[in-house]
C-alpha cells in the first residue's frame, strides 16, 4: 500500500490542500496519506473522490474537514474545530476528540463519528438524498440546537465519557428545531420541555434498535470499546425524537385550502 507523510508544521491551508491534490494526481497508487503537526488548516479532504484513501490527521484540524468528500476515509487522532463533514457526499470520518459547532453541517450521505462531544447546531440541515442517508454518532454530549431543521438521515448520541461510564442527565435544550425528516436517537430520557418547534418524542421500537446497532457497534469497533459497553448501549433506555410533521411550518407559508 502507497503511503505518504506530509508535514503540516506552519503550512498555510492553502498550500496543504494543493500538496494533497498534487500527491493524488500524480501517483494514484496512494492509499494513506499521514498529515503531522495539523493546527487549524481548514478544508482538509476538501471534495475528494477517492473511496480507497484514508487520511490520518495528528493535530486538529480547522473548518470544514471533509467538505464535499464522496468516498475517502478521514481518522482525525484529536479534536476537530467547526463542521467537519459539511456537505459530505459520501465516505467516513473518525475523530478521537471532540469536533465544534454545526458538526455534520448538510451531510446528505456518509458517517461522521465523533467519539467525545459536539457544538452548538450540530446536525443542521442534514438530508438524505435517494439511497444515501447521513449517520452522526456522538459519544458524548451535543449543545443546544442539534439536528436543526434537519430534514433526513440519522443522529444517535450515546451520553458517555471517555471511559465509557454513562455522564447522567441528557444535556441540551432546543433539540430538533424544525425537524421535517430523519431522527435523533438519544440514550437515556429526554424530557419535552428540552425539545424545539417541530420535534416529537416517538416510540422507540425494536425496528430503530435494529436501524441504530449497526452504527453502535461499529462506533464501539472505531474507538475500541469493550463488548460490555457495547452491550450496555445497546440494551440501554432510548429516546426517539421526529418530526411532528413533514411539513411543520407549512401554514405559514400556504393558505389552508382545507
Known sequence: MEEVVIDAKDM??????????????????????????????????????????????????????????????????????????????????????????????????????????????????????????PVLVIGGRAKDFLGEYMAGGIIIVLNIDEKGNDLGEVKGRMIGTGIHGGAIYIRGNVDKDQLGVAADIKEFTKEDLEKIKPYIEEFCKWFNLSDEIKNKLLNSKWTKIAPISKRPFGKLYTPDLM
Not at 467525545?116 to 438524505?128: E, L
Request: aromatic share 8%; proline share 3%; no cysteine.
Open 12 to 133: 498555510h491551508y492553502r498550500e496543504l490542500n494543493e500538496k494533497i491534490h498534487e500527491i493524488l494526481n500524480k501517483n494514484p497508487d496512494v492509499k494513506k496519506i499521514i498529515l503531522k503537526n495539523v493546527l487549524g488548516q481548514r478544508f482538509i479532504g476538501n471534495g475528494l473522490q477517492k473511496k480507497d484513501l484514508t487520511i490520518e490527521i495528528y493535530g486538529i484540524p480547522g473548518g470544514d474537514l471533509g467538505m464535499f468528500m464522496s468516498g475517502p476515509t478521514i481518522i482525525v487522532h484529536g479534536n476537530a474545530e467547526f463542521a467537519p463533514g459539511n456537505t459530505m457526499d459520501d465516505g467516513t470520518i473518525v475523530i478521537y476528540g471532540s469536533s465544534g459547532d454545526v458538526t455534520a453541517h448538510s451531510m446528505r450521505g456518509g458517517k461522521v463519528f465523533v467519539r467525545g462531544d459536539v457544538g452548538y447546531r450540530s446536525g443542521i440541515h442534514m438530508k438524505a438524498y435517494k439511497d444515501k442517508v
